[in-house]
């Protein structure tokens, strides 16, 4: 099914596919009163280049698992999404779901101008439930709360993105990316600036990573370098408090203008902090 240029003004959910497959929404205008996008146990999903301004979010995807990225996934790109007071995307639920770029679609690896461009809304990506969820080649700023949230999500690669870069002081009002509970997570090649210290909820970090196992930040290439500038808070954050941190690797990574520490670990284990510019 297609779903192509469109403008839909709706008090619920401007477009909602539910256990479809080979589902194309494209090129809309979406204007709505609760969720732009709604997609439930569906298969093989492109959400691309669609205006979304929504109440709730932008686009919602749950229980929708494909085998591979590229065979029956959720492929969410190109789309410019503004209002949405819960997320500019979020993610439940689901397997293989790329919001933005990856390697093996069919743009290729270079993804630069493909990414989903999030302003104005709660969080900005939010995956939870999920696993191997790519998020990747992502604009996202003035956010309410964190930039990228990854919530008990294996797998999750969190790459290429920019973060609250539009020069705006406190333009992310939480962590620029924060994985929870996220174990063999990478983290790498993501400019993030301005975020915005809260003192009682302990965010306001360029990144953080809470109760995760086997995460890389960075890597051994300089082009995997995560580069931090003017964190209200810490720049890079491991801890771990009711969980375990163990085997993280922090590398390589630039860390430069934050209000509190350059990386902070609390409760680490067997982990590697290496070669980093703070």
Do not use: C
């Not at 979020?90 to 690896?109: K, M, P, W």
């Not at 191997?132 to 797998?155: L, P, Q």
């Not at 509970?181 to 400019?191: E, F, I, L, M, Y």
Request: glycine share 14%; net charge neutral.
């Amino acid at each position: 099914a297609n779903i192509e240029s469109n403008l839909v003004k709706a008090q619920g959910a401007g477009v909602s596919a539910s256990n479809a497959k080979d589902v194309r929404v494209m090129s809309n205008n979406i204007q709505s009163g609760s969720t732009g996008v709604r997609a439930d146990k569906t298969k093989n999903l492109w959400v691309y280049n669609n205006d979304i301004n929504a109440v709730t979010n932008g686009v919602h995807v749950t229980n929708s698992a494909g085998s591979s990225y590229g065979s029956d996934d959720i492929d969410l790109w190109r789309n410019r999404i503004t209002g949405a007071g819960s997320a500019g995307i979020l993610v439940e639920n689901s397997a293989y779901a790329t919001i933005g770029v990856h390697q093996n679609n069919q743009f290729g690896a270079d993804g630069i101008g493909m990414g989903n461009v999030i302003n104005g809304v709660g969080e900005g990506i939010v995956v939870k439930d999920s696993k191997n969820a790519m998020v990747r080649y992502n604009t996202i700023d003035n956010t309410n709360g964190h930039g990228i949230s990854v919530a008990d999500s294996a797998s999750s690669n969190i790459w290429n993105n920019k973060v609250g870069t539009n020069g705006a002081v406190d333009s992310v009002n939480g962590d620029g990316i924060n994985l929870r509970n996220a174990d063999g997570s990478v983290v790498k090649s993501n400019q993030i600036a301005n975020t915005k210290y809260n003192g009682p909820a302990r965010t306001g970090s360029g990144i953080t990573v809470l109760n995760s196992d086997n995460v890389t930040i960075g890597g051994t290439a300089a082009a995997d370098a995560n580069s931090i500038s003017a964190a209200g808070s810490d720049g890079i954050v491991i801890r771990a408090d009711g969980g375990t941190a163990d085997n993280i690797k922090v590398i390589g990574n630039k860390v430069n203008g934050t209000a509190r520490t350059g990386l902070y670990a609390e409760n680490v284990t067997n982990s590697t902090i290496d070669g980093n510019k703070i």
